[in-house]
């Protein structure tokens, strides 16, 4: 009886991981003005080709089930920005081809008559798939509800319903109801209670407050929160495991809860906090470790737990969320990419807002950071290849990938530095604020060892460029300090366009073979790149006008006194997938 007891708990905390799903959002600023502008043409020249988005209007999420991938998302059906918001649905085999389902959740209830915002999904042990979201009360609440499929059998999940004893948790007990969103997916304790985290904030603390319940109905607040800091309101909080190196299994595979009930496991894993912060519109992470005794977390002292943290992304990549994909057995992770440029460009182009690839995601060897890399899926997309091998670029050269075309391509590539004694100095104090010191020192400004990297989605004359690049400082004696950057600022001839500099440091030994990988993934207006094989990742938009479709080019520079050589560079032009076609 024993044994079966523990292969039902297997079995029920296996079905809890299988499910994680988000919908995110940005800015809360409404349009009434547009809400009801119905795009009448939908502009495809900086359209994406492979990054998931529907076929129009805005959006702003991820869960496994029966064999298909789903994704819920916030979408306007009505225009191009923020507002009308409702639940939109697609499903894929491979988080590469989608199909477009109808609507899953939309404001229908008084516990979310004003809008269904963030959430996530737990399975529970019946094999029931749960949604739990953030909706507006009439009095501008934000409560927590529950949805539940309405046909279990259906692998496309694609009605669903929700109970009248909604809301499950209310604002109460000193609970700021104008900040309190985005439930995480569940998780089952060894006491057999189930918890979850939602974002919220007192004055400029940011909280991860604590539930806990044990019938997944009624749900009693923790006595104190999972964790808090300074950095004002935490949007999307996203709580997990992750596998150490050392122990029974390879640290690059996902963790799923359910092994967790083995204390040899659980002794063989760390936890990932990750927050959005509202004030900054970043995300930051720590690793830690996490008492399930006491419900306590706690950052290792490594991490820094403030503005300053570690990020999945440095560039516009907001309201991600992770989950344990069972049939790969690898944890995944979304994010958001808003536009940067205007109100009325969205309207006219009549599309606003992409997801970022899916990357996987697990702790790196030395557990000092978070690794990230595109899904292997993605390569079958890969058609039209050239390669550039063992060529040396000099101080202001650059040269041409020529070949194919680079306007929706991935670009593989390694980097070989020549003379590292003329790295730059590096100052201490540069080290809290890489944008500050990339926007400085940009691609354009000579230094010793870089700027060195790729011009995508240039145009022929190189007037509208966007720069992806390295530039290496020496520390000390003995250590370096490696800057990657990517830099939009000459990427449009639209001067209305929101250009920041995006940038994050490296952490790679570069003097042990004088070595660094660069893989940037190009989709018309995306330039999403992977520093040292996904230890800094920076996603950007653009938006030229000229360096478009066979009028996009791709170069290699180098700026910096010592040469670099271009050990290898791979590069395909992608496919274009099956996209949420409007039937």
């Not at 409702?86 to 491979?94: F, I, K, L, P, Y």
């Not at 990419?337 to 182009?349: F, Q």
């Not at 075309?405 to 003329?422: C, G, N, R, T, Y």
Request: proline residues 5%; aromatic residues 12%.
């Amino acid at each position: 009886m024993a044994a079966a007891r523990a292969r039902a708990a297997l079995v029920f905390m296996a079905l809890l991981q299988m499910a994680a799903v988000v919908v995110v959002r940005a800015s809360h600023v409404v349009y009434p003005e547009l809400q009801s502008l119905e795009a009448k043409h939908v502009d495809g020249k900086l359209r994406t080709g492979y990054h998931f988005q529907p076929p129009k209007h805005w959006i702003n999420g991820p869960m496994y089930y029966k064999g298909l991938y789903h994704l819920f998302y916030q979408y306007n059906p009505k225009g191009a920005v923020w507002g009308n918001i409702e639940w939109a649905h697609s499903v894929s085999t491979d988080l590469i081809d989608w199909k477009a389902l109808e609507p899953g959740i939309y404001p229908s209830k008084t516990f979310d008559e004003k809008g269904c915002w963030s959430g996530s999904a737990t399975v529970l042990p019946s094999g029931v798939p749960v949604i739990m979201y953030t909706g507006i009360d009439p009095d501008e609440r934000q409560v927590q509800n529950v949805a539940y499929p309405v046909n279990l059998s259906d692998p496309y999940l694609r009605e669903w319903y929700k109970p009248d004893y909604n809301p499950i948790i209310n604002p109460d007990g000193g609970i700021n109801a104008s900040a309190f969103r985005d439930p995480t997916t569940a998780w089952y304790g060894p006491d057999g209670h189930w918890r979850l985290l939602v974002g919220s904030k007192v004055d400029m603390k940011g909280l991860a407050v604590l539930y806990r319940s044990r019938d997944f109905k009624k749900w009693v607040k923790a006595h104190h929160p999972l964790h808090s800091a300074h950095t004002g309101m935490w949007e999307c909080p996203d709580f997990f495991p992750v596998a150490v190196a050392g122990g029974s299994r390879h640290h690059r595979r996902g963790v799923d809860t359910a092994e967790l009930h083995d204390a040899a496991v659980a002794e063989e894993v760390k936890y990932v906090l990750k927050v959005s912060l509202d004030l900054t519109r970043y995300e930051y992470y720590t690793v830690g470790r996490y008492d399930h005794a006491t419900d306590r977390y706690v950052p290792d002292a490594a991490f820094p737990d403030n503005d300053y943290g570690l990020r999945y992304d440095y560039g516009d990549f907001y309201a991600s969320k992770s989950f344990y994909d069972p049939a790969k057995r690898r944890r995944i992770v979304w994010g958001w990419a808003n536009e940067s440029d205007t109100v009325p460009d969205d309207r006219r182009k009549g599309w606003a807002g992409i997801q970022a690839i899916p990357r996987k995601l697990w702790l790196s060897a030395d557990g000092k950071q978070l690794v990230q890399w595109p899904v292997e899926e993605l390569e079958a997309l890969r058609a039209k290849h050239v390669n550039v091998s063992d060529k040396v670029v000099k101080k202001g050269n650059y040269f041409e990938v020529t070949g194919f075309k680079s306007v929706q391509s991935d670009v593989d590539m390694a980097f070989a530095i020549k003379d590292l004694s003329k790295a730059e100095e590096f100052d201490p104090a540069w080290r809290t604020d890489a944008e500050a010191l990339c926007k400085k020192l940009g691609s354009d400004v000579d230094g010793g060892v870089g700027p060195f990297g790729l011009w995508a989605l240039a145009s022929g004359d190189l007037k509208e460029r966007t720069a992806v690049f390295f530039r290496v400082f020496k520390a000390n004696d003995s250590s370096h300090v490696v800057l990657m950057c990517n830099d939009p600022t000459r990427s449009s001839y639209e001067s209305k366009i929101y250009r920041p500099t995006f940038a994050g440091f490296v952490d790679v030994d570069i003097a042990k073979n004088k070595q660094i990988a660069l893989r940037t993934l190009i989709d018309h207006s995306v330039v999403e790149s992977f520093g040292a094989r996904g230890k800094t990742c920076i996603l950007t938009r653009v938006y030229p006008r000229k360096a478009v479709g066979d009028d996009a080019h791709l170069f290699v520079f180098n700026n910096g006194e010592s040469d670099v050589k271009v050990t290898n560079l791979d590069a395909w032009e992608m496919k274009t997938p099956k996209m949420n076609a409007e039937e």
